[in-house]
Structure formats: C-alpha cells, structure tokens
C-alpha cells in the first residue's frame, strides 16, 4: 500500500466535508425556495385551482409532484449525513488536526433534522391541500370574500 501524507490526507478530506457541509445547506435552501414557489403559485393562481378542481387525478398527480422529491431530498440529505460522519472517523483515524479544528463543519443531526423539517414542510401542506380539496377551497372562499369586502363588492384581480 502506498504511504499516504497526512497533510495531503487531512486536506482532501476536510476539502471533502466542508464541500458536504455547504451542498446540504445550499440543497435545503434552494429545495424550499422552490416548494414555497409552487405552493404560493398553487394558492394563488385561479387557473391553477381550477385546473385542478376539474379531475382528482390532478390534484393527486401534483400531490405525487410534492410528495417525490421530499423523499428524494430528504434520502439524499440522509445519505450526505452519512457520508460527513464517515469522513470525520476518517479524520480522527489520520489524527493530524486536533477534532475542535474542523467539528464545526459536521452537522449535528438535530439541525440537519430541522432543516430538513423546514425544507419538506411546504410539501407537506401542498399534500394536504391536494388531498384535502375542502380546505382548499374553503381558503378561496374565505379570501375571496375578504378581497371583495375590501374592494366594496368589485372583483378583484
């Protein structure tokens, strides 16, 4: 086996973690900015709502449209998790650094956890108003209602 420099070894594998660290967040953020965006889309756009109040198969397919990558975010996060553990044993194995020098760049698994939380949590409510097209509707009414008061019984647009 080829002997290894520690400095080069300790280098490539912080490189490797730091990388991790800022592709779960950048992945997270990005990932809930774009649910929220089709959430509010959803919400907000009456062509949507009545698109989708015409079959529930729609309103299931686009429930599916949630539900996929939440699990593939949340696998993916899982697997990143995994793999920082890995090259933090690796990193104590090496011994060069002392752990204080790099543990910041681990994610504690109660953050990764809630930010996963964060993340997942439009899908969650973009599930349930597919599924539950009552609520939704009962929102619209609600807003509606509450548009037309403000507008003295105009329609708004």
């Known amino acids: ?39 509010g889309w959803g919400l907000t756009s009456e062509r949507a709502q009545s ?4 079959d529930p198969k729609f309103r299931l397919a686009g429930a599916i449209g949630f539900l996929l990558p939440s699990l593939a975010y949340i696998f993916l996060s899982a697997r990143m998790l995994v793999v920082m553990r890995n090259i933090d044993r690796e990193l104590i194995a090496l011994d060069y650094f002392p752990r204080a020098y790099y543990s910041y760049r681990l994610m504690e698994l109660r ?16 599930i ?14 609600h807003h509606r209602s509450d548009a037309q008061h403000e507008t003295g019984g105009k329609q708004a647009h």
């Open 1 to 39: 086996m080829q002997e290894v420099n520690p400095r080069e070894a300790f280098d490539h594998l912080y490189s490797a973690l730091r990388e991790y660290q800022l592709r779960f967040i950048e992945s997270s953020l990005k990932g809930t900015g774009f649910f929220i965006i089709c959430l």
């Open 51 to 54: 698109f989708l109040a015409t």
């Open 111 to 126: 953050y990764a956890i809630a930010t996963m939380i964060v993340a997942v949590a439009p899908c969650i409510v973009g």
């Open 128 to 141: 349930y108003l597919l599924l539950a097209p009552s609520v939704a509707r009962n929102y619209w009414d």
